[in-house]
């Protein structure tokens, strides 16, 4: 069939098709009419592949375009003519063809969607359609070809292993903190000129390094400070200067890792030569009552500083010890579940994450990020298993009426806005945002799950230390 007008080349965007301009070309355009409305068939072309064959009618489609170009024609500005006086040829000769294909692209997923929602599939991603030959006269036939997501089938979570771990927060824990808050305000003084340099000592020194006799990059500096013992610098290097005076030099020799992180001397030995300009002491304040309030405690006593610390403490405790048992918990689920992965949203799955590696490039300020070749396939098992995850996930909630109450989301909120000042500006600043309570919704559904199956599994109970909780064992 014929073009109604001769049109320019429509504008480049989304589009369901993967050969829009030849499917243009002939106008042949479709939707959904009573023949889809009374039927769909269905056809597997894989586990999860599906296809679908549409029709439309090219007079519907025709007439569509007719009327958003009279609409176009009563605001369109052209020279030459007064605004809403451009004749109707004028505005088909320039605007026909990208008009008819959006109504194209609209129908096509209005006839999809209609489609999918009448054989009751659930879609994978979206649909890849094609023009099909020998169509009736007046209409066109097209086939979309598409995934669904697939049957998940959970087996008895009573037979799932899980480890569930606890942690108290103990005395020992409160005193380390303790230490760590007085590091941070401690202040520092000059040591006399015969005082060896210690742990706790801040040193200001000259240092230059040498590979094979020549200087390298970033192996030379002066007046440079770090504290020793901190493991601020390598061990090598806090050994050789641990012991030394203020005036004095040494030469020593220092090891690069394998691993360290400038490659250009990973692995290779350097010659270094050092001297101490200034040896200082650290002179950390007293835990007592000006500490306290200094730290904002109301009341100003120091057992007013522990508890406070306790219960920050216990609320981070908390915060890990489900984020451990969440993740021994999903392991377990997607160990009990059958499924087949969709393999556009694995796909999809994989983009976010190679996305998410660019931006992460781009804020450490590696140039070029946004064109550095970042290969998919070393994302895959994480893109798999998210899809994974999520579809189980989603079936257990379903099947179990897991969803997040509102009560829920409110708690939540709270307790995430009681470690702050002003919890009532933090609930405020979750409440007003859909996407930030989308997320909070998110985390409650998970405990949600986590407190589900750990009710149906065989659950083994170990308590741990606060170090090792806290990554410090």
Do not use: C
């Amino acid at each position: 069939m014929a073009t109604l007008w001769g049109f320019e080349s429509p504008p480049a965007h989304h589009s369901y098709f993967q050969k829009a301009p030849e499917v243009m070309s002939t106008l042949r355009l479709f939707s959904l009419h009573k023949e889809i409305r009374m039927a769909v068939t269905v056809e597997t072309l894989d586990k999860l592949e599906r296809k679908i064959t549409l029709s439309l009618a090219v007079t519907d489609i025709q007439k569509e375009v007719g009327v958003r170009l009279k609409k176009m024609a009563r605001q369109v500005k052209m020279d030459g003519f007064r605004p809403g006086k451009v004749p109707m040829n004028v505005v088909a000769q320039r605007y026909g063809y990208s008009v008819q294909y959006e109504v194209l692209n609209d129908k096509v997923g209005e006839a999809f969607s209609n489609a999918a929602n009448e054989a009751q599939l659930r879609v994978a991603g979206t649909p890849s359609i094609t023009e099909k030959e020998g169509a009736p006269e007046g209409t066109l036939q097209f086939d979309a070809v598409f995934e669904v997501y697939p049957e998940v089938i959970i087996h008895d979570l009573a037979a799932a292993e899980i480890e569930k771990v606890t942690a108290e927060v103990s005395d020992s824990a409160i005193d380390k903190t303790l230490d760590i808050l007085r590091k941070q305000r401690r202040t520092f003084a000059q040591r006399s000129v015969d005082a060896e340099a210690q742990d706790g000592d801040r040193v200001t020194i000259d240092f230059e390094g040498k590979i094979d006799g020549e200087p390298f990059a970033g192996g030379k500096a002066a007046d440079f400070q770090f504290l020793v013992g901190e493991g601020q610098m390598l061990k090598e290097f806090e050994d050789a200067v641990r012991g030394m005076k203020s005036g004095e030099s040494k030469t020593f020799p220092l090891s690069f890792p394998a691993d360290y992180h400038g490659k250009d001397v990973a692995g290779k030995v350097a010659d270094f030569l050092v001297t101490v300009n200034k040896i200082e002491a650290a002179h950390l304040p007293e835990v007592d009552e000006a500490f306290a309030k200094s730290l904002g405690i109301a009341d100003g006593t120091v057992e007013g500083l522990r508890g406070d610390i306790r219960n920050n403490l216990e609320r981070e405790v908390k915060s890990r010890l489900q984020a451990r048992n969440k993740q021994a918990v999903m392991d377990a689920l997607v160990s009990k579940a059958e499924l087949d992965l969709p393999k556009a949203s694995v796909k999809a799955e994989l983009e976010r994450l190679v996305q998410g590696a660019r931006a992460d490039l781009k804020q450490r300020g590696i140039a070029d990020a946004e064109t550095t070749e970042i290969p998919e396939e070393i994302f895959a098992p994480q893109a798999e298993r998210r899809v994974r995850l999520g579809l189980v996930v989603a079936e257990l909630v379903r099947g179990n009426n897991l969803h997040a109450t509102p009560d829920q989301i409110k708690n939540h909120i709270h307790e995430l806005a009681a470690s702050y000042e002003k919890p009532a500006d933090v609930v405020r600043w979750y409440t007003t945002d859909d996407r930030r309570m989308a997320e909070v919704e998110a985390v409650v559904i998970e405990s949600n799950v986590t407190d589900f199956v750990l009710s149906k599994a065989n659950v083994t109970s170990k308590e741990i230390s606060f170090d090792e909780l806290m990554g410090q064992g």
